[in-house]
Structure formats: C-alpha cells, structure tokens
C-alpha cells in the first residue's frame, strides 16, 4: 500500500548524489514485483494465522525494517503532540485498517481480485478530493476517468451477471480497503505536510503506531495458533519485510532520483503483477472479464491523474518562478498515500508542494504516505 513535508533540497540532493547498487530501472521493477506479490502473501498468510495476526505481523516485520533504517541514518522521530496525533490517524487510515481489511477480504475473494479492486485507490481518492481538496477541480477528462474506471470495477465483478459467484462481503471489503487510502491520502495532505520531519522518520513513527493499535486489538478477536506453519509465516515476513519496510526504501530512492510523476507509475504494474502471481502460483481462476475489466479500471485511474496546463505570462524582467504542482497517485497495498515533488535549489524562486497518492499499499498515501498505503501494498 504508500503523507508528510516534502524533503529538504539537502537531503534529495544527498540521496540522488549517493552511489546506488542498482538503477532506478531495475529498483522500479522491484517495487512492482514487491507490492504485486503482497495480494498473494497475504493468501497465503491467512492459511495459517487469523486476518489481525497476519497484518499484526505485518506491521512489525515493516516497522522492524524502517526502525533500522532510521536509526542507520541517525533519522530524529516526529516532534510534537499535534504531529503524533495526526500520525495515528493517518496510521489507522493507511495501515491498520486498509490492511486488516484485505486480509479478512481475502478469506473469501481470491487474491487477483483484491489486487484490482486496490487499483480503484486513485478513483476514490478523485472522487473524494473534488470535494475535500479546493485546489482540485474537475475536468471533462477526469471525470470520464472517473466513470470509465468505475465501469471498469463493475466489469471485473460481472454486474450483468448479478455478481453470480461472487463473494460479496469479501469484495467490499476489499474496496472498502482501497477507500481508507484514499480517505487516509486527503487526511494526511491536509495535515502533515510541512511538519518539518523527514519521510522516513514520518512513515517509520506511521507504521510503528499502528503496529501498536493492532497489538491493542488483535489479542480481543484471536487466540495463540495451536501450531506455526513454515510458509504462512513466510509469507507475512516476506509481507512485512519486504512489502511494508523495504518496498518504502525503494520508493523513497526511486522518488529522489526520478520524481514522483514516474515512480507513481509503478501503481499501474501491480494489479497486473498480482494477477499473474495469483494465477500462476494460486491456481485462481481468471476468467474473461477480470482481465478486461482490470485495463478499463487502469485506463480510468490513468485519465484521473490528468492535471490541466496553465501558461502564465511573466513580465519581461521579473525572476522566473518555478511552482511544482502536486502529481497524485494511487496507494496500495494496500496502502497507501501522497509523495512530495522533490526539487533541487535553484537560483530561481521554488514552490513545493506535496504530490498527492494511495499506494496502497496501497498505499498508497508526500512520499512517506503513499509508501504506507501501499506499504504493503499501496498493497
């Protein structure tokens, strides 16, 4: 799944200069592959623990990972009870809950569909911000995305066919996930950016607290399995490890050296990648209209993220001034999120503002969003 202040001109120039072992090319596919393959850790992690323990495990095996992170990068946490706050909320929205419904959902919905309906991420989040976000207004373009990605759900589900066969809590479930990104993204774009914390430290202080609220919670509904199976608990390390902790790293480099606009393409792979996981390794049943409805899905969100341009007529001796506007996409993991839009400092006047996610992941979901939404996924 993949909501802070955007980066110091410092630190993206620091980690764009780094030396990398691999190029972005390379770490864009990884990411893909990561938040692709999460729908099927996720399966395959309900077959030997309940919904809470698997995203319970998940959490803690990512906070694990970004904990690490932090402390290799003498990061400082989050300052201020106003900023905790708002991260608890954004935790709740982007993690624990997104998460722990795809989970349950996935008791009963195969994995490859609750990879597409996490692609519905960036259309709730359109349909949301027209009205949340002020600066955000409609077009002829975006709101035929609008309709052709929701023309798109109802075909992956088979509505001409009365939804016959399909598990319909499991599936709104799933789309209820993919919901709280977008409402998470919204929550965290209005109120933790400019905090002046890094994203790193910010997604790491996220995903530690919702580790906590599922700690609260998961004891309530469930009880210490009887026995550990190897390959479920694989799975939710694998999920957590690499999907909720390592998958943000990757993100973060990607961001710094490319942009937001081209790493947030990588929301586009995952249901495809999580449709062929589910099928070639699950043995899921793929019929006509999943596939076809998933491209009308993707095509919708694509038309969704359309920004309108706007030619500013700037006097003859003035400065120029560079505005940087916001990129949105979707959040998965799952889930989750929004990214910042990174800029080295010019001799020219620069204003940032903060890309929007899922992501989902989720994200989706500023950078640090948009990873925790996804952080699993933008699932």
């Keep these: 799944m993949s909501p802070a202040a955007p980066p110091s001109p410092s630190s993206v120039s620091a980690a764009v200069s780094a030396p990398r072992l691999l190029d972005w090319r390379a770490r864009f596919g990884a990411l893909a592959l990561i938040w692709g393959f999460s729908f099927l850790f996720i399966k395959v992690g309900t077959e030997g623990f309940a919904p809470f323990q698997v995203t319970f495990g998940r959490l803690l095996f990512g906070t694990a990972v970004l904990a690490v992170a932090i402390v290799v990068k003498r990061d400082r946490l989050p300052r201020g009870a106003r900023v905790w706050g708002h991260l608890t909320v954004a935790a709740f929205l982007l993690n624990a809950l997104p998460f722990s419904l795809f989970a349950y959902a996935e008791l009963t919905i195969p994995s490859t569909l609750a990879g597409i309906c996490n692609a519905t991420t960036p259309l709730w989040g359109m349909l949301l911000s027209l009205v949340a976000l002020s600066e955000d207004r409609p077009t002829r373009v975006r709101a035929a995305g609008l309709g052709i990605g929701f023309i798109g759900v109802l075909t992956v589900l088979g509505a001409w066919q009365g939804f016959s066969g399909?598990?319909?809590?499991?599936?709104?479930?799933?789309?209820?996930?993919?919901?709280?990104?977008?409402?998470?993204?919204?929550?965290?774009?209005?109120?933790?950016?400019?905090?002046?914390?890094?994203?790193?430290?910010?997604?790491?202080?996220?995903?530690?607290?919702?580790?906590?609220?599922?700690?609260?919670?998961?004891?309530?509904?469930?009880?210490?399995?009887?026995?550990?199976?190897?390959?479920?608990?694989?799975?939710?390390?694998?999920?957590?490890?690499?999907?909720?902790?390592?998958?943000?790293?990757?993100?973060?480099?990607?961001?710094?050296?490319?942009?937001?606009?081209?790493?947030?393409?990588?929301?586009?792979?995952?249901?495809?990648?999580?449709?062929?996981?589910?099928?070639?390794?699950?043995?899921?049943?793929?019929?006509?209209?999943?596939?076809?409805?998933?491209?009308?899905?993707?095509?919708?969100?694509?038309?969704?993220?359309?920004?309108?341009?706007?030619?500013?007529?700037?006097?003859?001796?003035?400065?120029?001034?560079?505005?940087?506007?916001?990129?949105?996409?979707?959040?998965?993991?799952?889930?989750?999120?929004?990214?910042?839009?990174?800029?080295?400092?010019?001799?020219?006047?620069?204003?940032?503002?903060?890309?929007?996610?899922?992501?989902?992941?989720?994200?989706?979901?500023?950078?640090?969003?948009v990873a925790s939404a996804r952080a699993g996924a933008l699932d």
């Design 166 to 369: 399909l598990d319909v809590t499991g599936t709104a479930l799933a789309l209820l996930a993919s919901f709280s990104y977008a409402v998470g993204w919204i929550y965290v774009r209005r109120t933790l950016s400019g905090t002046g914390a890094s994203n790193l430290s910010l997604a790491g202080s996220q995903v530690g607290l919702a580790t906590l609220q599922l700690a609260v919670v998961t004891p309530l509904f469930t009880s210490v399995p009887e026995s550990v199976e190897v390959v479920p608990l694989l799975a939710v390390i694998a999920l957590g490890a690499l999907g909720t902790g390592y998958a943000m790293l990757l993100q973060y480099g990607v961001v710094a050296e490319v942009g937001p606009t081209t790493a947030a393409m990588v929301t586009y792979f995952i249901p495809v990648i999580a449709t062929a996981a589910g099928v070639a390794l699950l043995d899921e049943r793929l019929t006509w209209n999943t596939p076809v409805g998933a491209l009308v899905v993707l095509a919708g969100a694509a038309l969704t993220q359309t920004r309108s341009s706007r030619r500013t007529t700037l006097p003859a001796k003035t400065p120029a001034t560079t505005a940087v506007n916001p990129a949105t996409t979707t959040l998965t993991p799952e889930t989750t999120a929004v990214k910042p839009e990174t800029t080295a400092p010019t001799p020219a006047t620069t204003a940032a503002r903060p890309a929007t996610a899922p992501v989902g992941a989720p994200a989706p979901t500023p950078v640090h969003a």
